[in-house]
C-alpha cells in the first residue's frame, strides 16, 4: 500500500485488538509537535468524549453532564500510541488487549456484571 | 441445489418480512377510503425497496462491509450522526407500532386489553434474541410469515374488477379530499421502504456470510421477494377497497381492519387476520430492534452478532434488550398503536434522505466494489429514488398536518 490517506483510510476506521475483537473506531488521531522536529502522527483516541469534541461544543457540554450525572470518576477515553498498528486494511489491528483499554470499560462491566449473569449469556457461539 | 434452497429461503424471508403493521394498516386506510386508486403507489414502494435492498446486498456481499459501518468510516462521524439519529428515532417509533399490532392481534384473539399485551411481547422477543440465533430469528419469522399469504386468498375470494386495478397501477390524481389522499400515498411509501429493511438486509448478507458467489441470490431475493410483498399488500389494499369503500368505513381502529378477511372468508378470515397480524408484527419487532443494536454496534465499533453469545458483544446485546423493553412502554400505558402507526410510517418517509443519497456515493466507489459498482440504470434508479425522498422530506409534516386527521 503506498500513500495512505488520513481522513479517507484511518479516521474512523474499525480497529480489532491483537485477538480481532472489535473495540470500537479511530475517533480522533493526534498529531505530535516537537521543537526541531517535524510534527507526526502519534496517538489514537478511541472515546466518546472524542466523537462529542468533533461535533462541536455543545455535544461536548452535553457528553460531560451525562458523565457528571452518573457520576463517573473514572476515565472511559484510550489513548493508544500509533506504533501499536499493526495492519492497515479495512479494519485497523492495533497490539493491544482489548479488554484492559479504558473506551472497553463500559462493554466489560456489562459483560461481567449484567449479561453474563443472566442465563445463556456467556460462552462462544449460538 | 443448496444454493436454490438459499434463494427459496431468501424470498421466504422478504415475503414474511414485507407485510407488517404499517403495510396492512396504511394499505387498508388507503382503500377504504379511495378503493384501488393507490395501488401505484405500492408499485412505486416497491420497486424503490428492491433496489436499495439489491443495492445494500451487493455492497456487503463485494465488499464484506455493512452500510452502517461504511456511512461511518466515508462519511465521518459528524455525518454519520444524522443517520444514525433519524433512524434510531424513526425504527423506534416503528418498532412501537408493531409492539402495538402484536398486542392487537392478542386483544382479537383473547379479549384481553391490548394494553396487557406489550410487555410480555417484549419479554418473549427479548428471549428469542438472547437465546436463538440470526437463523432462526431470520427464517422462524420469514416461515410463519407465510400466513400472509391469506390476503392474497381473500383478496381473490372478493372477485376484484381486474382492468380498474390493472389501471390504478400507474399514477393518478384524486377526485376528492386531495391532501388526504397524498398523506395516505406518503404513508403507504414510508411504510414500504423502510430504511430497517435495507439496514437489516445489509447486516443479515454478513451474518449469513454472504461472498461475491450470492450476487444472483441477492438479486433474485431482492427482486422475487419484494414482488410477492408487494403483491400481498396490494391484496390487502384491494381487500379493504371491495369490503370497506363501499359501505363508507373509514378506518380508524386495528379491529376493523379484521374484518377484511373476515368478509371473504368468514370465521376462518378472523383466525387468519389475527395470525398475520400477530406473526408479521412480532417479526418485525425482532427484525427491528436488531437493526437498531446492528446500527449503533456498526457505527460505533463494538463487536455484534446475533450468533455469538450475548457476553461476547455485551454492548450489542444489551442495546436491544433496553430497545425492546423501552418500545414496549408506549403500549402499556395505552397509546393508540393505530394513531401511532400512522405517525412513524410519515416519519420514515421524511428520514428517507439521509440513509438513500449517501448510498449513491458508495455503490459507485471501485475501492469497495471493483466491477460491482452501478451501471447507469442503477444510477438513474437511485437518483430517482433519491428524488423521490427529498420530496417525502418536505411533503411529510405538512401532509401529516392537512391530511392526518
Not at chain 1, 68 to 81: C, K, V
Not at chain 2, 17 to 42: D, H, K, N, P
Not at chain 2, 129 to 136: A, S, V
Not at chain 2, 279 to 284: I, K, L, N, Q, R
Request: proline share 4%; aromatic share 8%; glycine share 10%.
Amino acid at each position: 500500500m503506498g500513500a495512505v490517506h488520513l481522513s479517507h483510510d484511518v479516521i474512523d476506521s474499525q480497529l480489532v485488538d491483537r485477538h480481532q475483537e472489535k473495540i470500537g473506531r479511530i475517533d480522533e488521531l493526534l498529531l505530535e509537535l516537537e521543537e526541531g522536529k517535524p510534527p507526526r502522527v502519534a496517538t489514537i483516541v478511541i472515546g466518546g468524549v472524542a466523537r462529542a469534541r468533533r461535533v462541536g461544543r455543545w455535544m461536548l457540554a452535553c457528553h460531560r453532564a451525562v458523565h457528571a450525572l452518573l457520576g463517573h470518576r473514572e476515565e472511559y477515553e484510550s489513548r493508544i500510541p500509533f506504533e501499536a498498528v499493526r495492519r492497515i486494511a479495512d479494519t485497523i489491528e492495533l497490539d493491544v488487549e482489548g479488554d484492559t483499554l479504558p473506551s472497553m470499560r463500559l462493554d466489560r462491566w456489562l459483560a461481567t456484571h449484567i449479561v453474563c449473569r443472566i442465563p445463556g449469556g456467556s460462552g462462544e457461539r449460538k | 441445489m443448496k444454493k436454490w434452497a438459499e434463494v427459496a429461503l431468501g424470498v421466504v424471508t422478504s415475503i414474511g418480512g414485507f407485510l407488517e403493521v404499517g403495510s396492512i394498516a396504511t394499505s387498508a386506510q388507503g382503500g377504504a377510503e379511495f378503493g384501488y386508486q393507490l395501488a401505484w403507489v405500492l408499485v412505486l414502494g416497491t420497486t424503490s425497496l428492491a433496489i436499495l435492498m439489491e443495492m445494500t446486498g451487493r455492497l456487503a456481499a463485494v465488499s464484506q462491509r455493512s452500510y452502517a459501518d461504511l456511512l461511518r468510516e466515508r462519511f465521518g462521524y459528524r455525518f454519520f450522526l444524522l443517520p444514525l439519529v433519524a433512524v434510531f428515532v424513526v425504527s423506534l417509533l416503528v418498532v412501537i407500532s408493531e409492539i402495538g399490532g402484536v398486542s392487537i392481534a392478542l386483544q382479537l384473539a383473547t379479549g384481553i386489553d391490548f394494553r396487557w399485551w406489550a410487555i410480555p411481547t417484549a419479554l418473549v422477543g427479548w428471549f428469542l434474541l438472547w437465546r436463538g440465533n440470526f437463523t432462526i430469528v431470520e427464517q422462524g419469522t420469514a416461515m410463519l410469515g407465510l400466513v400472509a399469504i391469506s390476503f392474497a386468498v381473500g383478496a381473490l375470494k372478493l372477485h376484484p374488477v381486474w382492468p380498474t386495478l390493472g389501471r390504478a397501477l400507474l399514477p393518478s390524481l384524486p377526485s376528492h379530499d386531495r391532501a388526504r389522499y397524498w398523506y395516505l400515498a406518503v404513508s403507504i411509501l414510508g411504510a414500504s421502504i423502510s430504511p430497517y429493511l435495507y439496514l437489516f438486509y445489509s447486516a443479515g448478507a454478513l451474518e449469513d456470510e454472504w461472498t461475491i458467489e450470492h450476487l444472483g441470490v441477492n438479486r433474485v431475493t431482492a427482486g422475487m421477494g419484494n414482488v410477492f410483498g408487494g403483491v400481498l399488500a396490494i391484496a390487502s389494499l384491494v381487500t379493504a377497497a371491495l369490503v370497506f369503500a363501499p359501505r363508507g368505513i373509514k378506518v380508524d381502529r386495528y379491529e376493523q381492519i379484521a374484518l377484511v378477511l373476515a368478509t371473504p372468508l368468514g370465521r376462518a378470515g378472523l383466525v387468519f387476520f389475527i395470525m398475520t397480524l400477530f406473526v408479521t408484527c412480532f417479526g418485525s419487532t425482532l427484525e427491528i430492534v436488531l437493526a437498531i443494536a446492528y446500527l449503533l454496534a456498526q457505527g460505533l465499533g463494538w463487536n455484534w452478532s446475533e450468533n455469538l453469545k450475548p457476553g461476547k458483544d455485551a454492548r450489542f446485546a444489551t442495546s436491544y434488550t433496553v430497545l425492546i423493553l423501552l418500545a414496549s412502554l408506549p403500549i402499556a400505558i395505552g397509546m393508540d398503536p393505530l394513531t401511532l402507526t400512522n405517525i412513524s410510517m410519515v416519519a420514515t418517509a421524511a428520514s428517507l434522505p439521509v440513509t438513500v443519497i449517501p448510498l449513491s456515493v458508495l455503490m459507485n466507489d471501485g475501492d469497495l466494489l471493483n466491477t460491482h459498482v452501478n451501471g447507469w440504470p442503477s444510477n438513474l434508479a437511485l437518483v430517482v429514488i433519491a428524488l423521490l425522498s427529498v420530496v417525502l422530506l418536505v411533503a411529510a409534516i405538512p401532509l401529516q398536518l392537512l391530511g392526518g386527521g
